[in-house]
């Protein structure tokens, strides 16, 4: 079983509106990170946020927010008021700490379109 | 800091050839990868380090061979390129690989984009 899948290929939105990314992941470890990553056109890969599997709430950075549901191993990252600059393809990775070593597992990507 | 750099951005190798990717990290990170992304998909990891004089291997290892012999260097070593290793290799580094907060983050190089004919 795939531990990191993102079930939407492709997505657009319209500027200024918010756009939900899903991630679904699977793992027997309780001790685990999930991160977003968002990779330009350019190719490089930056860091949008984290969440730790035992936070108790979800991580918030600037636009981003991450909504966590532990029970249904679901890590959606939510886009708010999306920007041009915002289209791009985005990754949701795994870490396992306890039973992976800190190896990352990534997902095969959201390309995200924002419409003017 | 120059965070995490890469040498060479682009390289185009005939079949049959051996190269070195070069990877360097100047934030005294414990934790450096190697991935390669191929068209349309993501990341698979290919060897990783948890510090200086260890390294394993990570989900598609076949082909490749790395060494850290300091802190600060991680290269990748391709021994006998095919095409089928044509692909885009991203080097990464993080503070630990437990460390169970937003520090654990790994940083990403610039990429090298590997052609091989």
């Known amino acids: 079983a795939q531990k990191i899948t993102q079930t939407q290929p492709g997505m657009f939105v319209q500027e200024k509106e918010a756009v939900t990314l899903d991630c679904t992941y699977d793992t027997s470890d309780p001790s685990y990170g999930l991160f977003w990553y968002k990779q330009p056109s350019s190719g490089e890969m930056i860091f949008l946020i984290y969440q730790g599997s035992y936070d108790q709430q979800n991580a918030t950075e600037g636009r981003y927010s991450l909504n966590f549901q532990k029970a249904r191993k679901s890590a959606n990252l939510v886009i708010s008021a999306s920007q041009l600059g915002d289209s791009a393809m985005y990754f949701c990775?795994?870490?396992?700490?306890?039973?992976?070593?800190?190896?990352?597992?990534f997902g095969d990507g959201t390309t995200l379109t924002v419409k003017p | 800091n120059a965070g995490v750099t890469q040498t060479p951005k682009f390289q185009v190798l005939k079949t049959g050839q051996s190269m070195t990717l070069q990877c360097a990290q100047d934030?005294?990170?414990?934790?450096m990868s190697w991935y390669r992304q191929d068209p349309g998909m993501g990341l698979r990891l290919i060897h990783y380090s948890v510090g200086a004089g260890i390294t394993d291997q990570g989900e598609v290892p076949n082909g490749y061979n790395v060494s850290r012999s300091t802190t600060e260097d991680f290269p990748l070593r391709l021994l006998s390129a095919a095409p089928s290793q044509t692909s885009v290799y991203f080097c990464?580094?993080?503070?630990?690989?437990?460390?169970?907060?937003?520090?654990?983050?790994?940083?990403f190089g610039p990429g090298t984009r590997l052609t091989v004919l």
């Open positions: 934030m005294n990170h414990e934790y």
């Open positions: 990775a795994m870490r396992e700490y306890n039973t992976n070593a800190g190896k990352s597992t």
């Open positions: 990464a580094s993080s503070r630990t690989s437990g460390g169970h907060s937003s520090t654990d983050t790994q940083y």
